[in-house]
């Protein structure tokens, strides 16, 4: 927690490497949806991405300025800004992410958490929900229990291409359950596939 007399947390930094972290974790969170990282540096991440996302909804000149003198590679988080967060939230007048806790981590004890962008294609209720209903799906049951059907209905009705996403978060699901694997070494090898997808259709063109 900041001392006191503190306005922030200052993460065992000086102003400038603490600005610099700050600029870094934001800029992941906003081209990849999701971040882990300590508790400390969630807490004071999330203040930042709130900011950033009101300013994108708001379309002002100030507001422009201040995001491109934040964010380290302005012409992707920009882009992603106003063409996806903007529109993803605009009926939202606030409460953009979503802070969760997780075990602390190992070599230090530190307190660990996953900040989050909600309704992205890496929303934690999206990935809970796709899991309970693969599971019931392995098993054959043909209902699935009240807290997935809400979790699903909210899913279809509040984000883009809702349906499609949860279907395909299934099918990964059902994948990793027959597989007898670990969820890890199932998605290096759907990340390994993609990568070689991508470098064939490169050759080709």
Excluded: C, W
């Excluded at 934001?26 to 081209?31: D, F, P, Q």
């Amino acid at each position: 927690m900041p001392s006191q007399g503190q306005a922030h947390r200052t993460l065992g930094r000086a102003s400038g490497p603490r600005r610099a972290l700050l600029r870094q974790l934001v800029t992941s969170l906003i081209e990849h949806d999701s971040i882990t990282t300590t508790y400390a540096r969630a807490k004071e991440t999330q203040p930042l991405i709130e900011k950033l996302i009101t300013h994108a909804k708001d379309r002002t000149v100030a507001g422009r300025k201040y995001i491109y003198g934040l964010v380290f590679n302005p012409a992707l988080s920009m882009k992603k800004l106003y063409d996806d967060l903007a529109v993803r939230y605009k009926e939202r007048t606030g409460g953009y992410t979503r802070l969760l806790h997780l075990e602390p981590r190992d070599r230090d004890a530190a307190p660990m958490a996953v900040l989050e962008l909600l309704g992205g294609p890496k929303d934690l209720r999206l990935y809970l929900t796709a899991k309970a209903i693969a599971r019931a799906e392995v098993l054959g049951k043909t209902k699935l229990d009240m807290a997935t059907t809400l979790n699903k209905r909210k899913i279809v009705a509040n984000m883009e291409n809702g349906e499609q996403l949860l279907r395909e978060k299934v099918e990964l699901m059902k994948r990793i359950y027959h597989s007898g694997r670990s969820s890890q070494d199932v998605l290096m090898d759907i990340s390994d596939d993609a990568k070689r997808e991508a470098e064939e259709k490169s050759i080709s063109k």
